[in-house]
């Protein structure tokens, strides 16, 4: 079973960001915390994680709380392309990652 | 980039065919995975392998076997394909150690009739 808990659908316009909650309330302290998304047809792509610490990358940034009990994906200025299911994932070495059903994200023109 | 590339990207076979899918990753990743997606049920772990010649199973290995020959390529065997195992078939690697961010392929969309 999923470790996390999100929303299972969300709107965004286009150009505003998108934020996305995950809630894992059980997650233990050698847990990561990771996000994929998946467009229509495709794989899963690799998107951001962290342990702690906020994270920034190219496509988002990563916001975890201060008792990592909950976690925020932001897309900074949603494009149509960013229409796809957002997963999140706590996840740990030695064990498997469990993709629960996601965020289906639709960013609207 | 990490490049994960799976053999087809749809794949239609008969009731009692043997089935490959092969699935090649070019980062020196010594682990690889093999998940199935269907709707409603998300991604679920067939079998992995954590080094050459080594395999273990998933949540769902039955009516599947693996190979992994080389440490690039994974292969996913149906001995006899059955309609319940049309599905989507996602393979992945990874870097082994703590925080390993598996990459996955484009996927292989397989309808067995």
Aim: contains cysteine.
């Amino acid at each position: 079973d999923a470790k996390t808990t999100q929303p299972p659908s969300m709107d965004c316009a286009e150009g505003r960001a998108a934020n996305l909650p995950c809630n894992h309330s059980t997650i233990s302290g050698n847990e990561y915390v990771y996000w994929y998304r998946q467009i229509h047809s495709q794989g899963p792509q690799y998107i951001i994680h962290g342990l702690k610490n906020n994270e920034t990358n190219e496509m988002a940034s990563l916001i975890i709380t201060e008792d990592r009990k909950s976690s925020t994906l932001i897309l900074p200025h949603a494009t149509l392309r960013d229409t796809a299911v957002y997963y999140c994932i706590v996840y740990n070495y030695g064990q498997n990652f469990v993709f629960g059903p996601g965020t289906r994200l639709s960013v609207l023109p | 980039d990490v490049k994960v590339t799976q053999s087809s990207r749809y794949l239609v076979k008969r009731t009692g065919e043997k089935v490959f899918l092969e699935c090649v990753q070019d980062m020196d990743h010594e682990n690889m995975f093999w998940y199935r997606q269907d709707p409603g049920l998300g991604l679920r772990l067939i079998y992995f392998s954590y080094d050459v010649k080594m395999k273990e199973k998933g949540d769902i290995p039955e009516g599947y076997s693996v190979s992994r020959e080389k440490k690039e390529r994974f292969s996913l065997i149906l001995e006899s394909a059955s309609t319940n195992q049309t599905s989507m078939y996602l393979c992945a690697s990874s870097q082994t150690g703590p925080g390993e961010t598996q990459y996955f392929g484009p996927g292989t969309r397989l309808l067995v009739l």
